[in-house]
């Protein structure tokens, strides 16, 4: 017979996988949407110029050289030459000596066609940074909450046609649901200027990047905020990082801070990223080579952030990950890319 005591057991060994789990989601959330710091100065420290093949320049015809006008030259009276004498009386004179013809200027050579267009031409732009072409990175997380180990899958999509470029980052894990987002906009000589930001975890937040305004509006019904000078948003940030250091990496070198504008669904904050060095990595996809960045925490509840860029891959980031001080952490590490 079932006592009083014997269903209140049951009910406690039931209630306990439930609350395990709300605990895990909470802190997940803890860990991957910290709100943000507020609003500091932020500087970008270059400029991103796409280097998409450039479109033909069709040079103007060369102008047909003209040649120099022929100047006759002035008449000059020839020398009085002295009657000759006829030995022979009633003998006709001689005949006066005859004008010479003008001298005629020689017309200038023909410029060859190929040297004009080479000269109407426009100089080469010189190319500051490389954007990725499309892929599809997926990957492999773990992690640890309260001693509580689990694992996940993850893919992140980027994707341009040279104008503009969408990415989108998807996290799901059993009983935590999934988190996904998403960011759209152009690809500009500056770099990438994005147009919306999307946070989804139960439902969509959202950023808009007004440019024309100036201003970013949120979709939680916060009042509209100035928008940062090269301002991305919390994804886009990973693509933009990569894109300036593969400009020239040696002028990256240990210790280098890059601090950048990061706009999330609840306001703009300043990223400023560390680089730490060159590491190769023995990922669940294979060895790469890559650099490591790491941003260190602002507040007391947000992790430090750990980011492995791999030139192989168009310098996007093949792991990333969060850490809190009381040991929980998510590790998110490249098992595989597709061309998508």
Do not use: C
Not at 85 to 113: L, Q
């Amino acid at each position: 017979m079932t006592t009083a005591g014997d269903t209140a057991a049951r009910r406690r060994r039931l209630l306990l996988p439930v609350l395990l789990a709300l605990l895990i989601h909470l802190l997940v959330l803890l860990l991957v949407n910290p709100r943000p710091a507020p609003v500091a100065p932020t500087t970008i420290l270059r400029s991103l110029i796409y280097d998409a093949p450039p479109e033909p320049v069709t040079a103007a015809p060369a102008p047909r050289p003209r040649a120099a006008p022929t100047r006759r030259p002035r008449p000059v009276a020839a020398p009085e030459q002295p009657a000759a004498v006829s030995d022979a009386p009633g003998a006709a004179p001689a005949p006066a000596a005859a004008e010479p013809p003008p001298a005629v200027e020689p017309a200038a050579a023909p410029v060859p066609a190929a040297a004009a267009s080479a000269a109407a031409a426009p100089p080469p732009v010189a190319v500051q940074a490389v954007i990725p072409g499309s892929l599809r990175l997926k990957y492999t997380l773990r992690g640890e909450l309260s001693s509580l180990s689990y694992q996940a899958s993850g893919e992140l999509l980027w994707a341009h046609d040279g104008q503009n470029y969408e990415a989108r980052m998807e996290v799901g894990a059993f009983l935590l649901g999934s988190r996904v987002q998403h960011s759209r906009g152009r690809i500009t000589p500056a770099g990438l200027q994005p147009l919306r930001f999307a946070d989804r975890v139960r439902q969509d937040r959202v950023a808009e990047f007004d440019h024309a305004q100036q201003q970013i509006r949120f979709s939680e019904g916060a009042p509209p905020v100035a928008l940062p000078p090269d301002a991305q948003d919390q994804l886009s940030v990973f693509v933009q990082l990569g894109s300036l250091i593969s400009t020239t990496p040696q002028h990256y070198p240990r210790g280098t801070a890059i601090t950048l504008p990061a706009v999330g669904v609840y306001g703009p904050e300043s990223w400023s990223v560390v680089v730490e060095g060159e590491e190769t990595l023995g990922l669940p996809g294979g060895e790469l080579r890559t650099l490591k960045l790491s941003r260190a925490p602002t507040r007391a509840d947000e992790p430090r952030a750990e980011i492995w860029l791999a030139p192989a891959l168009g310098w996007l980031p093949v792991r990333i990950r969060l850490s809190q001080e009381n040991g929980d952490f998510i590790d998110q590490q490249w098992r595989g890319s597709e061309t998508p």
